[in-house]
């Protein structure tokens, strides 16, 4: 009885593994819907350790790992996203979206320190230019290797993949946006203009890009252009004080000096700790006495405005300098 017992399971597996097979599959495939299911319910820890299952199921299962790596993303786990993606691109290299997002996240560990990690930015343009191989025309894929490359300091490739999601899709603002920030890094900046502008035409709602827009003006001189540019951006940033302080800059180099004195102090009034706000509030009114040494007014308002500047901001040595240029002598005090 014992060796007929033997015998028969023996049998049992060797017809039945390719079912035990599917069977884990099957049961993979179950785990990783709950688990979807449960993500878009916001259940994530119990989306996750469905996810789990599923692959504790089928290793293989690239969809389970990318899923896991959409939540992790999602809840900023940006380290356990990147090993949950990485599986799937090793699972299924042919893949795109956790390529895509696989190289989103090696992007955002790179910027998440003071500076741009080199490392991390070459390992992100690595993962994109598999996408880019799976999906050339994407225009996410080349908009981001266009950033990385930049953020790298290399202009020309940046330039080249900016015009690549610019192929892919001619109504987006965003990418004219960045080539005009690739140009005004080159210093070309008649072709910034003209991307910045072409952006504006699909979106004119965009007071960061006129901004950018303004600051290149202003690098060519033409502050007249520049000062109608802030003012637009002015209107659109209500309550802050960034364009004021350029539009004073833009007035005191047309030495329109009581108008720049205006603009400063609604900077100030927008954010009473904007320290360049308060230098160039300084630099009108010290111009003014310069011109008339007369007016000593205008000197010790200067003077007050640079030293609330360096009370905000002490790293600023040539405005210390200038304090003590200006400043009025005293005696010492005799005993």
């Known amino acids: 009885m014992l060796g007929r017992v033997l015998v ?15 069977y884990r599959q099957q049961a993979a495939v179950d785990h990783y819907v709950e688990g979807q ?3 878009e319910r916001g259940q994530y820890d119990t989306a996750l350790a469905e996810l789990s299952k599923a692959v504790q199921a089928d290793p293989k299962l690239s969809a389970a790992h990318a899923a896991a790596g959409d939540i992790y993303r999602r809840e900023g786990s940006h380290e356990l996203a990147r090993r949950a993606y990485e599986k799937a691109c090793q699972t299924n290299p042919y893949a795109f979206r956790p390529h895509y997002n696989l190289g989103v996240t090696y992007q955002t560990l790179a910027t998440q320190g003071p500076g ?14 598999r996408a880019a191989e799976i999906e050339p025309d994407d225009f996410e894929t080349n908009l981001n290797l266009s950033a990385c490359y930049f953020q790298m300091g290399k202009y020309k490739l940046a330039e080249t993949y900016c015009r690549a999601a610019i192929e892919a899709r001619r109504d987006s603002p965003q990418a004219y946006t960045n080539l005009g920030a690739i140009y005004d890094s080159q210093n070309r900046l008649y072709e910034a203009v003209r991307a910045y502008k072409t952006s504006l035409e699909l979106d004119n709602r965009q007071p960061h890009l006129l901004m950018n827009l303004a600051s290149t003006y202003v690098r060519q001189q033409r502050y007249e252009t520049a000062l109608r540019t802030y003012e637009h951006a002015a209107e659109l940033l209500a309550d802050s004080s960034e364009p004021w302080v350029q539009i004073g800059m833009c007035l005191y180099h047309l030495q329109r000096y009581p108008e720049a004195v ?3 102090n609604r900077a100030i009034r927008a954010d009473a700790d904007n320290a360049d706000a308060h230098r160039g509030l300084g630099a009108v009114c010290m111009t003014q006495y310069v011109q008339d040494r007369r007016q000593t007014k205008l000197r010790d308002r200067a003077l007050q405005a640079w030293h609330r500047s360096l009370e905000i901001r002490p790293q600023q040595e040539d405005l210390r300098r200038l304090v003590n240029k200006y400043g009025r002598k005293r005696r010492a005090p005799t005993l």
Do not use: P
Request: proline residues 0%; negative net charge; aromatic residues 6%.
């Open 37 to 39: 299911m449960l993500a």
């Open 116 to 129: 741009a990690n080199e490392e991390l930015l070459r390992q992100a343009v690595m993962v994109f230019l």
């Open 8 to 22: 028969a399971c023996a049998a049992a597996s060797a017809l039945g593994g390719g079912c035990i097979e599917e």
């Open 262 to 264: 205006d603009a400063y």
